[in-house]
């Protein structure tokens, strides 16, 4: 089964039995642990603005009405030159100059510890404080690595997994550290923040509230407790480790004088894109999971009469990261699984003005808009669904 099903249905149960490690429970090393929507988090306010938080803003939220508890979370992505597991055996070596992008996230502990599930607070604190890192589920097995395991980013610093905790622990990201151990090695953008809230405000209100500190750039978004499909920034998006799991993953580097833009392992486009004549859209390269869903899409848009719906394409896969910002998270058409259709009409961040046509044949087929997103991209299609698997 591919995880291309997975999206609409996050509490799908799925457990990683990590053989090579043995079998424990929560409390001791994990080894075995339950990754996919089986964690009950602490409730909690999820809030986070396009392009990041600002500088300071732990202080801010804490001074904020009606505010019992909060933490900041960082992101970046870090570029892996190997992994080593335990007895210094090598299991991921990207051939040079390629390296493999993973996504790090890191947070202030005691802040953190009241937003942590009572089962996996202990190892996580402890690790955490201990300097090691702690590791998604679907990290560990995509990684093939487990406790006393270590990955080695570009520069020599390294991480030592401390635990394997459910994704829902660790925001999703694939690795998750103090903020004494991020900053130095490159985790130092704000994401988002969670809060916990007396009162009980509604998402609309609590935005007001804390728009004022967020200073000038986008609004802030705010999910009410339960809400968002994941609990970290841009919560209805696919986190990167996610994108692995369903379209595979690849080694890159950043573009020396270009860095918003990657420069791809080839062996990725070997193995996964290809070049494919789409109805109304024309020729183009795309992941091979995506044409089919993609070419049922627009020959139903024209069996359907409404062929004058598509007006312009703009592309499939383009190795890059979001917006072309080198600070920013990869973006999905890196993978190939992401199209563009209408760009013309719809730019970046204006009123999207998509055909309803257009937009009916796409989410019957798996595509999610992204002229839904808190700053819309009304051109962009996300492929997030396999119809019909699983």
Same mark, same amino acid.
């Given at each position: 089964m591919t995880r291309l099903s997975r999206t609409r249905s996050i509490p799908l149960v799925v457990v990683l039995c990590l053989s090579f490690l043995g079998t424990v429970q929560p409390g001791a090393a994990a080894t075995s642990v339950l990754v996919a929507g089986t964690t009950q988090l602490p409730p909690a306010y999820l809030m986070w603005r396009t392009g990041g938080l600002p500088a300071r803003m732990?202080?801010?939220?804490?001074?904020?009405?009606?505010?019992? =508890?909060?933490?900041?979370v960082a992101g970046d992505t870090l570029w892996m030159t190997k992994s080593v597991l335990a007895d210094g055996t090598i299991v991921d070596p990207p051939s040079v100059p390629y390296r493999i992008p993973l996504e790090v996230m890191?947070?202030?502990? @005691?802040?953190?510890?009241?937003?942590?599930?009572?089962?996996?607070?202990?190892?996580?604190?402890?690790?955490?404080?201990?300097?090691?890192?702690?590791?998604?589920?679907?990290?560990?097995?995509?990684?093939?690595?487990?406790? $006393?395991?270590?990955?080695v980013f570009k520069g020599g610093d390294r991480l030592t997994i401390g635990a394997i905790v459910p994704d829902e622990v660790t925001a999703w990201s694939e690795l998750m550290v103090s903020r004494d151990v991020g900053k130095p090695i490159g985790v130092k953008h704000d994401r988002f923040a969670l809060l916990d809230m007396s009162g009980h405000p509604s998402q609309a209100r609590l935005a007001r509230r804390i728009a004022p500190s967020l200073g000038p750039g986008y609004p802030p978004r705010v999910r009410e407790p339960g809400n968002a499909t994941f609990r970290r920034q841009g919560d209805s998006v696919w986190p990167p480790v996610l994108m692995k799991e369903g379209f595979g993953e690849?080694?890159? !580097?950043?573009?020396?004088?270009?860095?918003? !833009?990657?420069?791809?392992?080839?062996?990725?486009?070997?193995? @996964?894109?290809?070049?494919?004549?789409?109805?109304?859209?024309?020729?183009?390269?795309? =992941?091979?999971?995506?044409?089919?869903?993609?070419?049922?899409?627009?020959?139903?848009?024209?069996?359907?009469? @409404?062929?004058?719906?598509?007006?312009?394409?703009? $592309?499939? !896969?383009?190795?890059?990261?979001?917006?072309?910002?080198?600070?920013?998270?990869?973006?999905? =058409?890196?993978?190939?699984?992401?199209?563009?259709?209408?760009?013309?009409?719809?730019? !970046? $961040?204006?009123?999207?003005?998509?055909?309803?046509?257009?937009?009916?044949?796409?989410?019957?087929?798996?595509?999610?808009?992204?002229?839904?997103w808190t700053v819309p991209d009304g051109m962009h299609f996300e492929y997030v669904e396999s119809a019909g698997v699983g």
């Open positions: 732990a202080p801010k939220l804490e001074r904020l009405n009606g505010v019992q =508890h909060s933490v900041v890191s947070t202030n502990v @005691h802040d953190m510890t009241p937003f942590l599930p009572r089962a996996w607070r202990d190892d996580v604190v402890q690790t955490l404080r201990d300097g090691r890192a702690i590791m998604g589920g679907s990290s560990a097995a995509l990684r093939r690595l487990g406790v $006393g395991d270590r990955v690849f080694s890159a !580097y950043p573009k020396p004088h270009d860095p918003g !833009y990657l420069r791809m392992d080839p062996s990725f486009a070997r193995q @996964h894109l290809v070049s494919r004549k789409v109805p109304l859209l024309g020729r183009f390269t795309c =992941h091979e999971l995506v044409f089919p869903p993609l070419i049922r899409a627009m020959r139903r848009l024209r069996a359907q009469g @409404h062929a004058d719906a598509v007006r312009n394409f703009a $592309g499939c !896969y383009n190795a890059r990261m979001v917006m072309r910002i080198p600070t920013a998270s990869i973006s999905h =058409h890196s993978w190939g699984a992401a199209v563009d259709i209408n760009s013309l009409s719809n730019p !970046y $961040g204006a009123q999207p003005h998509q055909p309803p046509a257009l937009l009916a044949v796409m989410e019957a087929n798996g595509f999610t808009w992204g002229g839904r």
